[in-house]
């Protein structure tokens, strides 16, 4: 089934020269696209907004069976969680220049040249539209589009510095963490902290999609699509794609924007059969996901998703990419060491 998750790395038509490593300099070194000089490690710099969230015991997966065959919801099972503190919005495109900026990282969307963009919002010229992506036409493969071109290279993050940065993979989001000296959630501690200490709801604020504001119209609680999906976004909630990261309210915890505007890595290899692993070992402990999987998860949906078509918003919903994959609808967030 097609769905609204990003497309992942074969969309791109180009191979891929080698990872780039994050650097640690100790004397200083010049930013080569910035011209700026840093001295030493700058993480300090980039604030997260962190939350701590109290050790406990929840039921991870999908209670109400919403979820798709394939993406392995069920069963229901006990996971106890040990505390932890986890930043309250994904990582801005801010927090990530000041990244780059320290340590020249490329990006794989910038070594590889091209990554998808969502046809409606594409700031391209015609010549660097390459090809819509096979099976989910709606993505077009557009040369120049990356972190710092999340449109296309017409676009520049300087203009919306407080959303959160997507075109990042799995690697770059691992190198981020590796220089913030952070780690990514596991899956179980992201839904643990996407609940807010709620149980058995389907979404951050409740079970409901939509609450009644005070004139009586529908309220939105997040950042997905309304309208006819892929061809009419109505924009009803203010967004035709990502919004500022702290938007919407937080929930219980005070994260925010656990459902909508952007996927966000997790460190689990995604295997769909491992939550029936789980439920036979009783509660587990910490869980930190299979060992092999066809992709890394992702949770949490993004903009694009439509609760007539691909209602992965939900909080038991998950999905997965490759390592190398990356889309103009996934970032991250990360926990503390």
């Known amino acids: 089934m097609a769905d609204?998750?990003?497309?992942?790395?074969?969309?791109?038509?180009?191979?891929?020269?080698?990872?780039?490593l994050p650097?640690?300099?100790?004397g200083g070194h010049r930013n080569p696209s910035t011209g700026v000089v840093h001295s030493g490690n700058d993480a300090a710099t980039a604030g997260h907004n962190d939350v701590r969230i109290p050790s406990g015991t929840f039921a991870m997966g999908d209670p109400f069976g919403e979820g798709y065959d394939g993406d392995g919801?069920?069963?229901v099972h006990e996971v106890s969680v040990s505390g932890f503190t986890i930043s309250a919005t994904t990582v801005t495109n801010a927090e990530?220049?000041?990244?780059?900026?320290a340590t020249a990282h490329r990006t794989e969307s910038e070594e590889f040249g091209t990554s998808a963009v969502f046809h409606l919002a594409v700031k391209a010229e015609p010549r660097d539209i390459l090809n819509r992506v096979n099976n989910v036409p709606w993505w077009l493969n557009?040369?120049?589009a990356d972190w710092a071109h999340p449109a296309g290279p017409l676009s520049h993050w300087t203009d919306i510095p407080d959303h959160p940065v997507t075109h990042v993979s799995f690697n770059d989001a691992m190198a981020y963490c590796a220089w913030a000296g952070r780690r990514l959630p596991t899956e179980a501690e992201w839904e643990y902290a996407a609940r807010g200490g709620a149980a058995g709801q389907r979404y951050p604020w409740g079970?409901?999609?939509?609450?009644?504001?005070?004139?009586?119209?529908a309220r939105h609680n997040c950042n997905i699509w309304q309208g006819?999906?892929?061809?009419?976004?109505?924009?009803?909630?203010?967004?035709?794609?990502t919004a500022p990261a702290r938007s919407f309210a937080p929930n219980g915890y005070g994260l925010y924007q656990t459902s909508g505007n952007v996927w966000e890595w997790c460190s689990d290899w995604f295997l769909p059969k491992y939550y029936k692993t789980c439920l036979t070992a009783g509660t587990v402990e910490d869980p930190q996901g299979p060992t092999i999987g066809r992709g890394r998860v992702m949770r949490g949906g993004s903009y694009l998703c439509h609760?007539?078509?691909?209602n992965r918003y939900r909080l038991a919903a998950r999905s997965s990419n490759t390592p190398d994959s990356a889309s103009a609808n996934l970032g991250f967030r990360t926990v503390a060491l």
Request: proline share 6%; net charge negative; glycine share 10%.
């Open 4 to 20: 609204c998750c990003s497309p992942g790395a074969g969309a791109r038509e180009h191979t891929k020269p080698g990872l780039t």
């Open 207 to 217: 079970s409901e999609l939509h609450n009644d504001s005070a004139e009586g119209s």
């Open 142 to 144: 557009v040369r120049g």
């Open 96 to 101: 990530f220049a000041a990244f780059v900026d």
């Open 307 to 310: 609760d007539s078509y691909c």
């Open 73 to 75: 919801e069920t069963p």
């Open 23 to 26: 650097l640690r300099a100790a």
């Open 228 to 241: 006819e999906f892929p061809v009419r976004n109505d924009v009803e909630d203010g967004y035709l794609t």
